[in-house]
């Protein structure tokens, strides 16, 4: 099965339609596209947004996203899987990760993509800054995400 | 070695990236941890709490009782808020 990663890492913006037109063209296997996006909000455990700043690891990001991107390919039956995560400075309603998975039939699709952002939120080398009106601070990480991540380990 | 630091360990160290060279005696990332706090009160706040401190060695999260030998690169960040 021809199944195409690609990883960037990058401060412009993404196009979701050119996107999931790239991982389609020419292909006449995929039958099922799944998208994620994961956008800026305001509203963060009840403070006032105002901006977010990503900053990654530059090389262990990409090699995180690949590892799993590898997993998530030898787990299902994809034919394509795009993850592009942006750093640099964001405010709410500008887009921040995209996941695209493909695959013959909608379950696997949906399942890797949301194996792919559980593995993304708690192993790949990114963190964020959130500003507000009474000043800046780093984001926690949540213990959810850690439970979300867990449940794909094999047992 | 290389050691890098990224989010708040950045901050507070105060610096992004540097390049160190450790004693002998210090063997594990624990004990680096326990190495580097001892420099400076810039350190000792950035490990103050070092359970709640991730570690990668050449790009490969490591836990804390890795040995540090043949290190390249060793990064110290924060808990990973990223997606």
């Known amino acids: ?30 039958g099922a596209v799944v998208s994620f996006s994961g956008i800026c909000r305001a509203d963060e455990d009840s403070a006032n947004v105002s ?15 690949k590892r799993h991107a590898d997993e998530a390919v030898s787990r299902w039956p994809l034919n394509g899987v795009t993850v592009i995560h942006r750093v640099g400075r964001f ?17 696997a699709a949906f399942e890797a993509a949301e194996f792919l952002m559980d593995y993304l939120k708690t192993s790949a080398p990114f963190w964020k800054k959130e500003e507000s009106a009474t000043g800046s601070g780093w984001v926690e990480a949540h213990a959810r995400d850690d439970e979300a991540a867990a449940r794909w380990t094999k047992s | 070695m ?3 630091y990224f989010a708040w360990v950045r901050e507070r160290v105060g610096k992004a990236e540097e390049t160190i060279e450790p004693p002998a005696t210090v063997r594990t990332v624990e ?10 009160e810039a350190y000792a706040y950035a490990f103050e709490k070092p359970k709640v401190i991730r570690t990668a060695i050449d790009h ?17 960040f924060p808990p990973m808020t990223g997606g």
Not at chain 1, 51 to 65: K, Q, R, S, V
Not at chain 1, 91 to 107: M, Y
Not at chain 2, 33 to 40: D, E, F, N, T
């Open chain 1, 1 to 30: 099965m021809i199944c195409p990663v690609a990883i960037r890492i990058q401060t412009d913006d993404f196009d979701i339609a050119r996107e999931i037109a790239v991982l389609t063209r020419s292909r006449t296997d995929i």
């Open chain 1, 51 to 65: 901006a977010l700043t990503l900053e990654h690891y530059p090389g262990m990001a990409e090699g995180e996203i």
């Open chain 1, 91 to 107: 405010v709410p309603g500008q887009n921040i990760v995209l996941v695209l998975t493909a695959s013959q039939h909608r379950k």
């Open chain 2, 2 to 4: 290389k050691v890098k």
């Open chain 2, 31 to 40: 004990e680096l941890i326990a190495w580097l706090s001892g420099r400076s």
């Open chain 2, 60 to 76: 490969t999260h490591v836990k804390s009782d890795t040995a540090i030998a043949g290190a390249r690169e060793i990064a110290f």
